[in-house]
């Protein structure tokens, strides 16, 4: 059964910079496609960044994009999200998700229904 831990979150002011990790077991991470969500009080999932299972092609949500970073390394079952720059709107709980085969022709996904894996989440809060 895969599992997704994330860690990293925490409190930071404005112009900030965090890193969140995220650490699949249960699987062969190298197979899985990976990816960003957040989710903040009374409002959908919303989509980062994502990150493909091979040759790690990524892309990014447009108000995340210059400031966020997402890497992976197989070799540590672990996705990370660098994030930058931080501002008060970055605040929300932060998911990480995976997605392995089959990949109907795809890389990587962005729409929270394309995932098959979610963490537990972890809370970021950015102080203004």
Avoid: H
């Avoid at 040759?55 to 990014?60: A, L, V």
């Avoid at 447009?62 to 400031?67: E, F, I, L, T, Y």
């Avoid at 990370?80 to 709107?89: A, D, F, T, V």
């Avoid at 990480?96 to 990949?103: D, E, F, L, N, S």
């Amino acid at each position: 059964q895969v599992q997704l831990v994330e860690s990293g979150g925490g409190l930071v002011q404005t112009g900030g910079s965090l890193r969140l990790s995220c650490v699949l077991s249960g699987g062969t991470f190298s197979r899985y496609a990976m990816g960003w969500f957040l989710q903040a009080p009374g409002k959908e999932r919303q989509f980062v960044a994502a990150i493909s299972w091979s040759d790690s092609i990524t892309y990014y949500g447009d108000s995340v994009k210059g400031r966020f970073t997402i890497s992976r390394d197989n070799a540590k079952n672990t996705v990370y999200l660098q994030m930058n720059s931080l501002k008060p709107e970055d605040a929300a709980v932060y998911y990480c998700a995976a997605r392995g085969p089959p990949y109907n022709g795809r890389v990587y996904y962005l729409s929270a229904r394309d995932y098959d894996y979610w963490g537990q989440g972890t809370q970021v809060t950015v102080s203004s």
